[in-house]
């Protein structure tokens, strides 16, 4: 499994949109690829590179700043969740919730947005994450002042 077969398969029939340049690596979190989105276009959720079950997701304009938390299910290689990070308009930290994310009868992976049953707390495992943002921002906004 996993092999380029699966992949054309996954880029033709999933994510067709999905460019390569559009997220680029801006930082790590211990093992985990920090990605800035380069462009505005609707998928917020870079596709997996086959390499790594999650990703942290900056601002488009803000690669200073964590906004999602992407996580991918390993066998079929397509975004299974995410975790959105909420920042009041100072750009501090209110709150976060998750979502789940399913594949519609194209196998377009999507979630419907603003629909309350796909929004949850997150779990004891998803606030670790989102505290390693967390700290991942205020360092480089500290680096940032300096
Ligand atoms: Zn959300």
Known sequence: MGGN???????????????KDRYK??????????VAVTT????????????SKMY??????????IEHIAFYNQRTHGVS?????????NSNFV????????????????RKS?????QFEPTRTDWRYINSA???NNKHSKNQSI
């Open 25 to 34: 690596k801006v930082g790590m979190i211990g093992k985990t690829k920090v």
């Open 114 to 118: 603003h629909d309350g049953r796909n």
């Open 56 to 65: 942290y997701v900056t601002a488009p304009k803000n690669p200073k700043r």
């Open 5 to 19: 077969g699966s992949y054309s398969y996954f880029v033709s029939k999933t994510l067709g949109s999905y460019s």
């Open 95 to 110: 709150g976060a919730h998750t979502h789940r994310w399913q594949v519609n009868d194209n196998n377009e992976y999507y």
């Open 40 to 51: 505005h276009e609707r998928t917020k959720t870079p596709m997996n590179s086959f390499t």
């Open 134 to 136: 967390l700290r991942y």
């Open 81 to 89: 969740k995410t975790i959105d990070l909420i920042y009041d308009k």
